[in-house]
């Protein structure tokens, strides 16, 4: 597991500041679930999370029960899997796979989104990604080790 660092996590939610609170969000490869539990501070409606390790999804459910979270569940399976069975559309998407095990692409390609959708997503230096039609670039970071990027869904061809 890879946690979004704490900076790039404060950056991401100053560029969502506006976007967040009422969104139904997908916090998908959730890892520790960071990018999720900020969202639900920060006003979302619904959050989803999507995590396959075991121990983390474990972690992401007992926070859950603390804090009481009823407008959030989570899905401890495969994240792919669930892309492919759940076609519903969210307001904003996290995508921050495990680096080096080829998940990115297959999960931007099964993502159903509704223009004024937002996309953030966290990727290794160098990757080669076909970004679809329709997916407008709002702002990016780039490190010697990682990408992040947060992408507006325009819809348009």
């Not at 539990?37 to 992401?60: C, D, H, P, W, Y």
């Amino acid at each position: 597991m890879r946690p979004t660092l704490d900076r790039v996590r404060e950056t991401l939610f100053n560029w969502l500041q506006y976007e967040v609170e009422g969104a139904r969000v997908l916090d998908a490869f959730s890892g520790s679930g960071a990018l999720g539990f900020e969202a639900l501070s920060r006003g979302a409606k619904e959050v989803v999370f999507l995590e396959k390790n075991a121990k983390a999804a474990m972690q992401i459910r007992e926070n859950l029960a603390t804090l009481n979270a009823r407008n959030a569940q989570l899905w401890a399976g495969d994240a792919l899997v669930w892309l492919q069975q759940n076609p519903e559309p969210f307001d904003l998407v996290f995508l921050d796979p495990p680096f080096g095990q080829n998940l990115l692409q297959p999960a931007i390609d099964s993502l159903r989104l509704l223009p004024g959708s937002w996309v953030y997503v966290e990727h290794e230096t160098g990757l080669d990604l076909t970004w679809p039609k329709g997916w407008e670039e709002h702002r990016s970071k780039e490190t010697k080790e990682f990408c992040f990027r947060l992408w507006r869904i325009t819809g348009e061809e």
